[in-house]
């Protein structure tokens, strides 16, 4: 399973770089915060997140670059270690979702600083905080293993 998980690992942190480095081209010679309506609820934004989730912690010091880059790598190493020890494919894809998630974001925090955002979904002048494909990869990647632990059964030996 640790193949499976780091396979799935490597798709995303690919279609995530993709993504944001699309997003960033599109958005060149723009001012930042300029956004493009593409639905009555969506649109595509570029921001760049100095925090962590939801922009929390988001000072600019300099420090948290680095801060959350070192978190990010202790949890990926915990979870490759994880990884080797899964029996279950679904767990392994899930494993992998957030191992994935977690790169995507640490690279662009070695590189850029900050993570770069860009999906922004919103009801009226409502706005959900921005967030990109290794968030949403994150995100699925945890719903899985809760779906896991929680309502699927094993056998017991």
């Not at 930042?32 to 988001?58: A, D, K, M, Q």
């Not at 002048?125 to 967030?131: D, G, N, Y």
Request: aromatic content about 10%; some cysteine; charged content about 15%.
């Amino acid at each position: 399973m640790l193949g499976r998980g780091l396979l799935t690992a490597l798709v995303v942190v690919i279609l995530d770089q993709f993504s944001k480095a699309a997003v960033v081209a599109f958005f060149s010679g723009r001012a930042l915060g300029e956004w493009e309506t593409l639905t009555s609820f969506f649109n595509l934004v570029l921001t760049y997140n100095r925090g962590i989730s939801f922009g929390l912690f988001s000072g600019s010091l300099r420090l948290n670059a680095l801060v959350f880059s070192l978190a990010a790598a202790a949890i990926v190493a915990v979870l490759v270690f994880w990884l080797r020890r899964v029996a279950s494919p679904f767990l392994a894809v899930a494993i992998g979702l957030i191992i994935g998630g977690a790169v995507g974001n640490v690279i662009d925090r070695i590189r850029l600083g900050a993570v770069v955002d860009f999906l922004d979904f919103h009801a009226g002048s409502l706005h959900w905080p921005a967030f990109n494909v290794a968030d949403s990869a994150i995100c699925i990647g945890v719903a899985a293993m809760l779906l896991d632990g929680l309502l699927l059964r094993r056998e017991v030996h």
